[in-house]
């Protein structure tokens, strides 16, 4: 078989293509590219960010507590931070393909925007999560036991569960975050670094 | 380039896209999924074709980095010499040897599909290489292996 031939030769025809091609606007089409579930992604979480800022700054005000006006003040500080950095790697990505770049530089390019999303979730569970649950403990144990905050915290008992709190829940919520990137994204990412990995290899 | 001149260039080069979704597309949906992906960056995009390449190329450039770029059902048909090829609902006008190629190439890697389908559609080892992201010699070298498994292949099918 001369496999050239054959393949120039052939041709085909699908109504599910020509129905495509029968659009009257193309801007009605949905994109389902993974970078743009990303963006959307982004986007959520800029919002939760300033939203739950405007929240920490109302219970600033409420509560008179100063070791959880550190933490709610360290936390909002954090989410701005956060926001920053989700909105400036939200306008660095191009959802749009690149008919410019390699097939290998494409790839790469979304590995790396789920890569540097990633590190910003990252930074969220080692610095916010940790600050978060004590602050959330103390602000909790002081409103719930209806002491000043030295009193509630001089029990030894006391400090030794507020430890275990922060032990707990922020591997907790760390492993969390990494478990649903992973089932979102885990079998996307792994094939991509597999092409990349197998256009980088020679062969 | 007008609209009207893109979509008339996109419908008389659509056996690329065609060709190329099926030998990558594993269910109706990544069909459907991959054929609608590569309409909407097509249109997004084609404003920034300034014809310094043929269209031609453009297009298998967009259609492999769409293709590689989305989620898509993974679903590999492996090899042997008594594999069961009924997954491939490729239908090329009634050519059994077209059939039997698409088959074939098909159970290959991801990636060497792209090689093979690329030098088939005649573009030579450094255009190949320039749309891969990979070198030229690493393509001959590559295709030549393509093509003995290949050559394998079709007497099994």
Avoid at chain 1, 61 to 82: D, P, R
Avoid at chain 1, 93 to 120: A, C, D, H, M, P
Avoid at chain 1, 187 to 192: E, F, M, Y
Avoid at chain 2, 41 to 66: E, V
Wanted: with cysteine; aromatic share 12%.
């Amino acid at each position: 078989m001369d496999i050239e031939n054959v393949w120039q030769q052939s041709s085909g025809s699908d109504d599910a293509l020509n129905k495509m091609f029968q659009q009257k606007d193309f801007s009605n089409l949905q994109s389902k590219l993974p970078l743009n579930k990303l963006k959307r992604n982004l986007v959520t979480g800029i919002i939760l960010a300033v939203l739950i800022t405007a929240l920490y700054v109302a219970v600033i005000f409420y509560v008179e507590i100063w070791q959880v006006y550190v933490s709610l003040g360290t936390l909002s500080l954090f989410n701005i931070f956060i926001a920053y950095d989700s909105r400036k790697l939200y306008r660095s990505i191009n959802v749009n393909i690149s008919t410019t770049n390699s097939l290998k530089e494409e790839l790469q390019k979304n590995y790396n925007g789920f890569q540097r999303w990633w590190r910003i979730q990252e930074r969220l569970g080692l610095f916010v999560y940790p600050i978060g649950a004590a602050g959330g403990f103390i602000m909790g144990g002081v409103l719930g036991s209806g002491k000043p905050v030295e009193a509630f915290l001089y029990n030894p008992k006391i400090l030794l569960i507020l430890g275990a709190t922060i032990i707990i829940l922020v591997p907790l919520c760390y492993f969390g975050a990494r478990w649903m990137f992973n089932y979102a994204y885990g079998k996307h990412l792994a094939k991509l670094k597999a092409t990349i990995d197998e256009l980088s290899e020679a062969f | 380039m007008s609209e009207k001149e893109f979509l008339s260039q996109l419908k008389e080069h659509r056996n690329i896209i065609y060709k190329l979704v099926h030998l990558y597309a594993n269910t109706e949906e990544d069909k459907k999924d991959l054929y609608q992906e590569i309409v909407l960056q097509a249109w997004k995009t084609y404003s920034a074709f300034r014809g310094d390449a043929k269209f031609s190329t453009w297009l298998y450039r967009l259609c492999l980095n769409t293709i590689f770029t989305i989620q898509r059902k993974t679903k590999r048909i492996e090899y042997t010499d008594t594999a069961k090829f009924e997954e491939t609902h490729f239908t090329a006008s009634g050519n059994d040897e077209a059939e039997r190629l698409y088959k074939a190439i098909r159970t290959l890697p991801e990636t060497e599909r792209a090689l093979i389908s690329l030098h088939l559609d005649g573009h030579d080892n450094r255009e190949v290489g320039e749309l891969l992201g990979i070198t030229p010699n690493l393509v001959g070298v590559k295709l030549h292996r393509i093509k003995q498994q290949l050559a394998t292949l079709l007497k099994n099918i």
